[in-house]
């Protein structure tokens, strides 16, 4: 196993918060519904359940698990992001080709396939967007949502899709030192309080 | 390559910039002592963004010298040197390079290109030498995407695929061994080269309608909008960030951010708001100093 405060990228006398705040960090970035629809998901998964048996060594064993939402992900909703197998055979073994990356033989069986309902136009975008062909994936993926909007799991493997591009943007707008912060907030109701007294009344009581 | 893979300046440190910088000299140097003085003339940033990233990978120590160059005589500037990466990035940049000269003379017979070809002659000779088997695995993707032009594609994913396999291609050189960071830049490889594809694309779609040109975009049943546009591609630049998140990066860490997080994002809003992406004097397929 490697050293866990290596995996963690902390040093050796960071404190427990320290090492909780650098695992929460790590654990978001590397969650696997950040890599629904990702060939590479399964890179993904072993980081990120190296960092969470790093957190658990270091954090003496109250452990990632009881870390709501992190861990328990890895399984469930599926670092494939096309595992629940709800569908009947042929359906079955496409998501199952999906999962090891063999989408030409998985294209082909849902191509000779005669029905053509929501789960068919899920797996068609599945198989799109793995192979980077995003703007008809994401096409397919809608229409299997429209055509079935009860159907959880579309709904959660589009909104996953959707949450990548927001995440993305997140990331860009703090690196680029966005303004719209806390101390924004505050520097404005300092403002605000200073023209209310030009004005002769007061926002801020205390100054 | 186009140079849409750029940094985002104004949010660069100065010894980041200055890093980036003795890339990009570095770059245009070996160019120079590898295939000649005219090798130069293609060099942009897309090329010093993969000599980055390779470097990056493989963690080679790379020395960085003060140099004049003939575009600043009087003052010395840093320049990186003697490495790997910068070596493969120049293989790759000429490679594309004669690949695009070939393309323009047999579409459009361009006189400009067959002087070109005929400068570069001992160059590609020097290339096919060290690079053949690169090249002509390059040029039978290029060739399917001409195929795909003649029977006017009207899908941007299909279009975009074939230029996308040769990027996939050249992202992989054979000193990265390792099993992971070889699929890690294969797919990052695939999805810049898809999106460089629909920036060009986006970018000439009124030239090329003007002109009677290919382009996917005029094909298709509606012309996306610039909000559309932007959406859309913003989706296959965050799996590049979530590849580019599992590559273990041994040094220039804060430049390959920039470009990931910053550059392209940039780049992306430049090209769908028809706001010019290079710097004046930069021209198309060249590259400024």
Not at chain 2, 237 to 265: M, V
Request: charged letters at 25%.
């Amino acid at each position: 196993m490697k050293d866990p405060y290596e995996v963690l990228g902390v040093p050796k006398t960071a404190t427990q918060d320290e090492i909780k705040t650098a695992y929460r960090k790590l654990a978001k970035q590397y969650h696997p519904d950040r890599y629904v629809g990702n060939p590479l998901a399964d890179l993904a998964a072993e980081k990120f359940k190296e960092i969470n048996e790093a957190y658990d060594a270091l954090s003496g064993g109250a452990g990632s698990a009881g870390n709501a939402g992190y861990s328990g992900a890895t399984g469930a909703s599926g670092a494939s992001g096309a595992s629940g197998a709800t569908g009947a055979g042929t359906f079955a073994q496409v998501r199952n080709l999906i999962n090891f990356n063999q989408l030409a033989e998985a294209e082909q069986i849902l191509d000779n396939s005669s029905d053509r309902g929501a789960e068919w136009f899920y797996l068609k975008g599945m198989i799109f967007i793995r192979r980077g062909w995003h703007e008809q994936g994401l096409n397919f993926i809608r229409q299997a949502v429209n055509m079935e909007p009860s159907n959880s799991e579309y709904r959660h493997t589009l909104s996953m899709l959707d949450r990548q591009t927001q995440q993305y943007r997140t990331t860009g707008a703090g690196m680029a030192g966005n303004t719209d912060t806390m101390c924004n907030c505050c520097s404005n109701l300092i403002c605000l309080d200073c023209c209310c007294e030009c004005m002769g009344g007061d926002l801020i009581s205390c100054c | 390559m186009f140079g849409y893979i750029r940094v985002f300046k104004d949010e660069l440190k100065i010894k980041e910039y200055n890093a980036f910088r003795a890339y990009y000299c570095g770059l245009c140097k070996t160019l120079k002592t590898e295939y000649g003085f005219f090798a130069r003339m293609g060099l942009n940033y897309d090329s010093v963004f993969l000599a980055l990233l390779l470097s990056s990978v493989t963690g080679e120590e790379t020395k960085v010298c003060a140099e004049r160059c003939m575009a600043n005589p009087v003052s010395k500037r840093p320049v990186a040197q003697n490495n790997q990466s910068l070596s493969y990035s120049a293989g790759v940049m000429m490679i594309l390079a004669m690949l695009k000269l070939k393309d323009n003379i047999r579409d459009d017979k361009s006189i400009k290109a067959m002087l070109t070809y005929v400068l570069l002659w001992r160059a590609r000779k020097r290339l096919m030498k060290r690079y053949g088997e690169l090249y002509r695995a390059c040029d039978a993707h290029i060739q399917s995407l001409s195929g795909l032009e003649k029977a006017k594609c009207a899908s941007v994913d299909e279009a975009s695929h074939a230029f996308a396999k040769v990027t996939e291609t050249v992202f992989v050189p054979d000193f990265i061994e390792e099993e992971a960071p070889r699929r890690i830049l294969a797919h990052m490889g695939y999805l810049l080269g898809r999106v460089i594809y629909l920036f060009d694309a986006f970018e000439d779609k009124e030239q090329d309608e003007k002109k009677g040109c290919y382009n996917p975009y005029l094909l298709a049943d509606t012309v996306p909008t610039a909000k559309d546009f932007e959406q859309s591609v913003t989706f296959t630049l965050s799996s590049i960030a979530s590849d580019y998140e599992l590559l273990t990066l041994k040094r220039n860490k804060p430049i390959l951010d920039n470009i990931i997080y910053l550059g392209l994002p940039d780049t992306l809003k430049r090209v769908a708001n028809g706001i010019p992406v290079r710097e004046k004097g930069e021209k198309k397929h060249e590259r400024s100093l």
